[in-house]
């Protein structure tokens, strides 16, 4: 039984890198998608490949996830086109360096904090009276494994992070009775092009994806809260 053959998904990030491989992944099993990401071109090429896996045309969007305003009307315009999220998946992540905290601008900080914390937020915050009307619905945080220690020039990166998981332990606690599950997601090293330099020993972007679409595809009856993996190469923890 393809349990997500119809089911609706909104996914940010999803132009490259783990995003791009969980929308492809998706489209195979069928979902009716709703992507964006700030690469016009990338999204594109996205598009092409959710329509060659014969699914449906998918509802896309560039813009940059720090802009309140355009992160809300991706929310209802997806609405408008595929109906309310089945799935929402927060996927995309923005570090632009690694940096001691003495190093890190304000507005630079404001930026990580916008795109890994507050959008997420911002995304949940509207999707939880459709889910809670419905009584069902899930919502895929993708975390880091960095929320598991402390490292050095990652500063700004793991405050956002960590703040997304407090927000997701608690949000989850909302909306349980409501029928909707909340899944912390933690990857470790991928190599994908979130990291400036190749990683070949790394998880693959497609093996992230499937652990993503696994979470979302167990029994009814069970709901994963927490899923930590990571390459293992990785030693880190």
Known sequence: MNRLKGKVVYLTGASRGIGRATALLLAEHGARLAICGRDTTALTDVKNGIESAEAPSPFVMSFD????????????????????????????????????????ATEEFDRIIAVNLRAPFILMREAAPDMKERKSG????????????????????????????GLTD????????????????????????????????????????????????????????????????????
Do not use: W
């Open 65 to 104: 996830l720090s802009i309140e305003k355009d992160t809300l009307r991706f929310y209802r315009e997806a609405k408008k086109v595929h109906g309310p999220p089945d799935i929402l998946i927060n996927n995309a992540g923005f570090n632009p360096r690694k940096a001691l905290i003495r190093d890190v």
């Open 138 to 165: 899930h919502i895929v945080n993708v975390l880091s494994s960095v929320c598991h220690f402390d490292i050095v020039l990652m500063g700004a990166y793991t405050a956002a992070k960590k703040g997304l998981e």
């Open 170 to 237: 608690v949000f989850r606690k909302e909306v349980r009775a409501q029928g909707v599950r909340v899944s912390s997601i933690y990857p470790g090293g991928t190599d994908s092009n979130f990291r400036p330099e190749n990683r070949p020993l790394y998880m693959r972007p497609e093996s992230v994806a499937q652990a993503i679409v696994t979470t979302l595809t167990l029994p009814e009856d069970l709901v994963v809260h927490h899923f930590t993996f990571r390459p293992m190469v990785e030693d880190n923890f």
